[in-house]
């Protein structure tokens, strides 16, 4: 199983972007998945996570600006992230709990982070 993210990139502040990140492989079922970022010196931050149900969940942080959202058929999850600040600049990391076949347990897959600079 691998998760490809794609959709950072350079943006003013007040700009938008949208993420994208793509789970293929083996896929039996998808439960949470999820948008952590990492900011150069600081500890990774949950941002967002959505069920399997399209339940969702923001950091306080980002509420009001970012959605996640889900594709079940493509097995793809977005974050659309608006009215961005210099504090979002950042690696974006997809994550997802995936299980393989119905024998095996669930487990946690990351993609490769994609970096979102917000200039001021």
């Known amino acids: 199983v691998q998760l490809q993210a794609s959709g950072g990139g350079l943006v003013r502040a007040g700009g938008s972007l949208r993420l994208s990140c793509a789970a293929s492989?083996?896929?039996?079922?998808?439960?949470?998945m999820r948008w952590y970022r990492q900011a150069p010196g600081k500890q990774r931050e949950l941002v967002a996570v959505i069920t399997n149900g399209g339940s969702t969940n923001y950091a306080d942080s980002v509420k009001g600006r970012f959605t996640i959202s889900r594709d079940n058929a493509k097995n793809t999850v977005y974050l659309q992230m608006n009215s961005l600040k210099p504090e979002d600049t950042a690696v974006y990391y997809c994550?997802?709990?995936?299980?393989?076949?119905?024998?095996?347990?669930?487990?946690?897959?990351w993609g490769q982070g994609t970096q979102v600079t917000v200039s001021s």
């Open positions: 994550n997802a709990l995936i299980r393989k076949s119905t024998w095996t347990r669930l487990a946690d897959y």
């Open positions: 492989g083996t896929i039996f079922s998808i439960n949470d």
